[in-house]
């Protein structure tokens, strides 16, 4: 009887090594997996990720209605706003876009001989600097490109009837997504912690904590910050007499989903068309964008964001640019959420290591 309960202790414990490790390795195969599907994958799962994030970004206000109405009406109260704001875009916000975008391309010819009869006195500058920069053979190698490109993208029918499906398969899966994300999040978490270990899951539901909380902060205030940028952006332009006010404000608002090099890449296309529309609207259009992007960066950023999500710049940046480079436009959305849970994970194992030292020690 004794020679039994001696070796409990050891039976238990090269059970939990082995069952730690099966764990680890399917995790592990997993992830490997999906880096392989690739971009498909991740791009045909896009209805996913897009509800999981407006769920993240969502979910305190559908805890708050729960206080007062079951959750199955706090959920249809907060998908229906939310369907009825995307309906109101569809309907008003995006035809105006979109005509923007047709008198843009109408115009691109007129900009086009207008930058060709400023390029003498451009190449003069650059000749007189000793710039070793021949203008013309970049500004013709840039109309070649875009010639091909348009030439290979217009005829495919079947590419842009492939993309309008998508569009239509992602704007109706997202809500049903978020709906079961919202209103089943007890019953996902119960699953997904009944694949793990029974000793191991202290420590997952602490990442799973972790994770939920710097994501939940994160979209949140990324979603906001980019909402108000796109709004305030808009409005600066009408100020200052920008002709697509609509389609570049639209443009910034949601480039700013993306920190740091969004607001960049957003005020590059209203600058160019003004420097060549020819006239002096590149300037009131950079003082706009500069006076729009002080006011987030200085008075609402800091209010919305805080110091809820602790994590650098840098890091930021280098994930973007990473997605970017291995899963085009989304990688780089999904960038900055992996290497937030990839730090939560860490933190986590980090602080469980210390304390099992502590409670050994």
């Known amino acids: 009887m004794s020679v039994e309960r001696s ?44 509800a999981a994030a407006f769920a993240y970004a969502l979910f305190p206000i559908v805890r708050a209605i729960e206080k007062k109405l079951p959750r199955v009406w706090a959920v249809a109260i907060v998908l229906l706003t939310l369907i009825a704001i995307v309906v109101l875009a569809l309907i008003w916000l995006i035809p105006l876009a979109i005509e923007q975008a047709s008198e843009l391309f109408k115009n691109l010819p007129s900009y086009i001989n207008n930058l060709q009869t400023h390029l003498p006195l451009w190449q003069k500058g650059l000749d007189n600097n000793s710039i070793p920069i021949d203008l013309e053979t970049v500004l013709n190698s840039i109309v070649t490109k875009v010639g091909e490109y348009s030439a290979n993208i217009l005829p495919d029918v079947v ?17 049903l997504y978020m709906f079961y994300y919202l209103f089943e999040r007890d019953r996902f978490i119960n699953g997904m912690l009944y694949l793990v270990p029974s000793h191991m899951r202290p420590v997952v539901r602490n990442i799973g904590h972790s994770i939920h909380d710097d994501l939940g902060k994160f979209f949140r205030a990324q979603l906001v910050i980019a909402a108000i940028s796109g709004i305030l952006t808009t409005i600066a332009y009408f100020i200052v007499g920008q002709e697509f006010a609509i389609l570049f404000g639209i443009i910034m608002g949601v480039l700013s989903i993306f920190p740091y090099i969004g607001p960049v890449l957003g005020a590059i296309p209203p600058l160019l068309i003004s420097l060549l529309a020819g006239n002096m609207q590149w300037l009131t259009t950079l003082l706009a964008i500069l006076i729009v992007q002080q006011l987030l960066g200085t008075l609402i950023a800091p209010r919305v964001l805080g110091k809820e999500v602790q994590i650098h710049p840098v890091y930021i940046l280098t994930a973007l640019l990473l997605g970017a480079y291995l899963a085009g436009i989304v990688g780089a959305l999904l960038s900055i959420p992996i290497t937030l849970i990839i730090v939560a994970i860490f ?13 050994s020690g």
Do not use: C, D, H
């Open 347 to 359: 933190r986590e194992i980090l602080a469980y290591t210390v304390e099992i030292k502590q409670r």
């Open 159 to 175: 590419s842009v009837a492939s993309l309008v499906i998508s569009f239509v398969v992602a704007l109706f899966l997202t809500p």
């Open 7 to 50: 070796k409990m202790p050891i039976n238990q414990q090269g059970y939990k090594r082995k069952s730690t490790i099966l764990f680890i390795a399917s995790v592990s195969i997993t992830i490997i997996l999906l880096i392989i599907a690739g971009p498909g994958l991740w791009s045909a799962l896009l209805p996913a990720w897009l």
